[in-house]
């Protein structure tokens, strides 16, 4: 019995003692993921909030078309995480359809060249900045971006004072499926 009561003593006291809690600044920050990447416990999340492309993420391969001017200039368009392009641009016609993508950094097409730096990277906001060189080594002007969801529906609108608003889509952009005469791929365009 005094060896029972000494046991249960000695596990009390010790569980009562304080203990040094040490808080890693990348360690539940978020609850499933670490600075670096990995997976607490493996579960899985639609987007990584520390890879630095969050909206990127959570809207990859998504295709957003603007329904109401469908056949204004780049009427669609998709977001891509993977691979150089972060955002391609389709305009489908009868007879001539085109698109085109853009990288972020430095894009050049034909000799004219220009730049994109992402202002703003955030769940359901994507900001950024397109400066145009053309042929020149300066900077010939610069146009803002803007893309939000907002109620399912993304919101665009640039520092030229455009704005139109895009309905998600199912729209399937393959060679095969697309019923036009001419094809036209501009610099970074990419198919399904």
Known sequence: MKKLFSISLSILIFS???????????WNQDPFTKASGYQVNALSRSYNTFSGNIFLSKYDETMWADIENYHGNFSDIKFELHGPVFISFFNFDEEIS??????????????????IKIKTDEE?????????????????YTITYKYEVIDGLLHFSNTEGQEFIFHPSDKNYTRELIDTDEIIEQEGCRFL
């Open 98 to 115: 085109y698109c085109k993508g853009w990288k972020k950094g430095e894009n050049t097409s034909d000799g004219i060249r220009w730049n």
């Open 124 to 140: 359901d906001e994507f900001w950024f900045d397109y400066d145009y060189y053309g042929t020149s080594q300066e900077i010939q």
């Open 16 to 26: 009562c003692l304080k203990t040094d809690i040490i808080q890693y600044d990348t």
